[in-house]
């Protein structure tokens, strides 16, 4: 047999992980890596935080899981936690980034559905756009790469080019029911929308009756220095889909909405057999007891100008890099090379980052870095450019 037992989608790289602690990353053998991926946005408080550890042993020790069809104490006082925290009225768990999309958008036709508007059922969605790997989220992005071999797919949505507010405003027709867009780009390059562009969108929005759907998965969760990048726009959504970071490395996600946009999402209307089940409340809990409060987040937004500001002295030493772009700790170093290339040779210098469109760099370190990982990301990043420079010269 030719195929690996593993379904071969991922091109599986030779880092081998088998342990972790704060920022760095360990293989059977011991070799050691400075995580400046925090798998994708997730690992938000490093790896092994004791506060987080602590929470999912004890609640796994007392219930692990029980049906959405029982009440569940744990999944309200989160959902409450969430409420107070937010613009939201209302809080659906799931188990993914791409489940919390899916549910973001269900309520947003459900709302048109139940207020008599049935034929608004389209999502105007923007270019280079990333929501997730199910048959809705990727016929929401005109990313070839992730539509390939999965078409024909629905037309649900409209896409049309990020940041540019006129092409938004001609997309809309009687069968829109609102926009979906990411407010920083993260799988597209670290492309953070303009201000003009979201408070376009909501004021649309506003103007039309549709629902402003913001996708968080990435920079939400105090990754940008808020609790939600939206927040440093002024801008609020109807509805918003988180995942990544609130789990802190436990798969969890969650669709928040205000009252008004969830009117269509009564009893019966959706449904997932894990989302919100204890183990994963537990995890949510202990990530916002620790990354929701002002102190925390003053220190992401202190750490984020370091280290870009670290990453800008950087960048006139090597004709590699661009620039650097970003919000907080999602940060893009944009190459004058193929970004895949950067990321693979920099494994080699024991730096973990990751590549995105546009030949960036994502740079998602955990939140919970000090200023020595700032100067090790930093130096690795100039041993790897040097090297990158000299493997073009051979
Ligand atoms: C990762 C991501 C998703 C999908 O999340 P999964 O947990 O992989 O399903 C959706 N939207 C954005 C912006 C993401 O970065």
């Known amino acids: 047999m030719a195929i690996s037992p593993l379904m071969p989608v991922y091109p599986r790289c030779e880092v081998a992980p088998v342990r972790g602690e704060g920022c760095y990353l360990y293989d059977a053998a011991g070799k050691e890596w400075l995580d400046f991926a925090s798998g994708i946005a997730v690992n938000l408080l490093g790896h092994g935080h004791p506060h987080l550890t602590a929470a999912i042993q004890k609640q796994a020790a007392t219930l692990m899981h029980v ?5 569940s104490p744990q999944q309200q006082s989160v959902a409450e936690r969430l409420v107070a925290l937010t613009f939201a009225d209302t809080v659906f768990f799931t188990n993914s980034g791409a489940e919390a999309v899916e549910c973001a958008v269900k309520t947003a036709r459900a709302y048109h559905y139940a207020t008599g508007n049935p034929q608004k059922y389209r999502l105007i969605t923007f270019s280079n756009a990333f929501h997730g790997r199910t048959l809705a989220t990727i016929s929401a992005t005109d990313q070839e790469k992730l539509r390939k071999g999965f078409e024909p797919l629905p037309d649900w949505f409209h896409v049309v080019p990020f940041d540019d507010l006129a ?7 009687d069968s829109v029911a ?6 920083i780009q993260g799988e597209g390059g670290v492309r953070p929308a303009s201000a003009a562009f979201l408070k376009g969108l909501r004021d649309l929005a506003d103007r039309h009756g549709l629902m402003l759907v913001l996708d968080e998965v990435q920079c939400g969760v105090s990754r940008t220095g808020t609790l939600f990048a939206h927040e440093q726009y002024g801008v609020t959504p109807d509805i918003m889909a988180i995942a990544k970071g609130i789990g802190g490395g436990f798969p969890v996600g969650a669709c928040l909405a205000t009252e008004k946009a969830a009117t269509g999402m009564v009893a019966g209307t959706h449904g997932s057999t894990y989302g919100g089940n204890p183990l994963a409340m537990a995890a949510v809990n202990a990530v916002l007891d620790v990354a929701a409060t002002p102190e925390f987040l003053a220190q992401v937004r202190e750490k984020g100008d370091r280290l870009r500001a670290a990453l800008e002295q950087m960048i006139p030493n090597h004709a590699l890099f661009d620039h650097v772009r970003g919000m907080g700790l999602m940060l893009g170093l944009k190459l004058n090379g193929d970004s895949r290339a950067f990321v693979s040779l920099a494994r080699k210098f024991g730096l973990l980052l990751v590549a995105a469109g546009d030949n960036v760099v994502r740079i998602l370190p955990p939140l919970v870095i000090e200023e020595h990982h700032i100067r090790e990301c930093v130096e690795k990043l100039s041993a790897t450019a040097a090297a990158f420079d000299d493997r073009e010269a051979a």
């Open 67 to 71: 049906s959405n069809l029982y009440g």
């Open 167 to 173: 092409a938004a405003e001609a997309a809309i027709d």
């Open 178 to 183: 609102g926009f979906l867009v990411e407010p």
